[in-house]
């Protein structure tokens, strides 16, 4: 659309790097906002040249500025730090992952932009499973800095509504896989797809269920969140087809003849398995979810295509 200027945080980041992709497919326009330089899975992502600005969520002057200057209409809030970045610092990792997102709604509630962001599946925990998709409204009850971060970020989008009327949309991934998808605790499905594209052998540190999005499909859902965030401040779970590890090893076996993937069916990640996506695709319209044999695929002709 022609008056739109989409701003991502975190572009260097999985999630945004495809972000920033698929809106410069649609010739958007889009300012990518990261603290970091290494532009590799932005690269992985697209070859478009995407305008990139470095700071820090923290600073909120610097924040302010830049949605002036770009003259800001959406933001996609993904800057965050992951649950082993957190953990050597907890301090710091709640300054960028609850201050940086009150910096994010602030700076949008004199400007009437409209946010997206992301929370996590990690605001459940285990306890939180009762055999069935965790439903949308369930209360969770997190286990970790990270999980509690990322509920407080929904409290805080929810009163930036409430007494700014700052309209937002968060979504809660859970397991996201694909090319740029290199860190974090369940990082280690594509991790094993980067070993495949290598001809190597690799052992998934996890078993059990779960949802596996790949990457660029949720970038999409989190664009289409953005314009769709037009008034309240609501939450929805990513959703997506339930899959086992299991059956993931062996689609990366069928890509890459020759390698094995094993998986260490002993480790169960506490959380749900399964979360009801029903209520997004009712605010958004139909998600046309990557299949895993297909997303498996493209993930490793991605990584062996990629330099280095
Ligand atoms: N990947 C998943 O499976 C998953 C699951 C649930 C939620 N999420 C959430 O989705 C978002 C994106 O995840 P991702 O996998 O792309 O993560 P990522 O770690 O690949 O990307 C995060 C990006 O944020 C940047 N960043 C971190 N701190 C910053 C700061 N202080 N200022 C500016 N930039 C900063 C990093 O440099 C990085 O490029 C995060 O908010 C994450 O919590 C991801």
Known sequence: MADERFLVTGALGCIGAWTCALLAEEGVEVVGFDYGTDDRRLRLATDATIPLVQGDIVDGEGLNRMF?????????????????????NP???????????????????????????????????????????????????????????????EGLARIFWAEEQVPSIGIRPWIVYGP??????????????????????????????????FAPDA??????????????ARVFHLGGPVVSIVDTASEIEAAAPGVTIDVDEETILPFPEEFDGGPLEQAIGPISWTPLAAGVRQTIDRLRAAPG
């Open 68 to 88: 002036d200057e770009h003259g800001i209409t959406h933001v996609i809030h993904l800057a965050a730090l992951l649950l082993p970045q957190i953990k050597p």
């Open 91 to 153: 301090p710091y990792g709640t300054a960028v992952n609850i201050g940086g997102t009150v910096n994010v709604l602030d700076a949008a509630k004199t400007r009437g932009i409209q946010v997206a962001y992301a929370s996590s599946a990690a605001v459940y925990s285990s306890d939180d499973y009762q055999g069935k998709p965790v439903p949308n409204e369930a209360i969770g009850h997190p286990m970790t800095f990270y999980g509690v971060h990322k509920q407080a970020c």
């Open 180 to 213: 740029g998808r290199d860190h974090g605790l369940t990082a280690s499905p594509t991790l094993a797809m980067a070993a495949a594209a290598k001809g190597e052998h690799y052992r998934i540190s996890f078993g059990g269920r779960t949802q596996l999005q």
């Open 219 to 232: 970038a999409r859902v989190f664009i289409d969140s953005a314009r769709a965030a037009t008034e309240g």
